[in-house]
């Protein structure tokens, strides 16, 4: 993800900047899947992770984590006041999700700021919230 620059944090409408975690606890967690059995046969279940909610910036609304190890990158996402209120309150809407999406178009795995992952099962009931509808051509 691209960074924002530090000359233009301050008039931006969402600011991209690098997050250095905590040292002395380890930045994820992993938070195994829940040990309910299914109703029907199903892909097995992926133990989602968190991010430590400490490590994230005051104001920062999402985290997008790059690479893994020692290349591990992660980057705060901020929106300006209006937006950010809107993205707290109803994280289906659009400036939010193409933030997100743009995060995982270069790679990387969504955290909101209270440290839980955002994944594809998480869009996916955002947008029955919204009763969203997208066309494919073919």
Do not use: W
């Not at 975690?21 to 059995?37: G, H, L």
């Not at 097995?44 to 591990?72: H, L």
């Amino acid at each position: 993800m691209p960074i924002t620059p530090p000359s233009e944090v301050a008039s931006a409408p969402v600011a991209r900047l690098p997050v250095v975690p905590a040292p002395s606890r380890p930045a994820i967690v992993p938070v195994p899947a829940p040990a309910t059995p299914p109703a029907t046969p199903a892909a097995p279940a992926v133990a989602s992770s968190r991010i430590d909610p400490a490590s994230v910036p005051a104001g920062a609304i999402y985290v997008c984590e790059n690479g893994s190890g020692a290349n591990r990158r992660l980057t705060a996402i901020q929106f300006d006041p209006k937006v950010g209120d809107l993205c707290r309150r109803h994280p289906e809407m659009g400036p939010c999700q193409y933030e997100r999406n743009l995060c995982r178009q270069s790679g990387g795995r969504v955290y909101a700021a209270d440290g839980r992952e955002i994944t594809m099962a998480t869009e996916a009931e955002f947008d029955r919230k919204v009763m969203r509808v997208r066309f494919k051509s073919n």
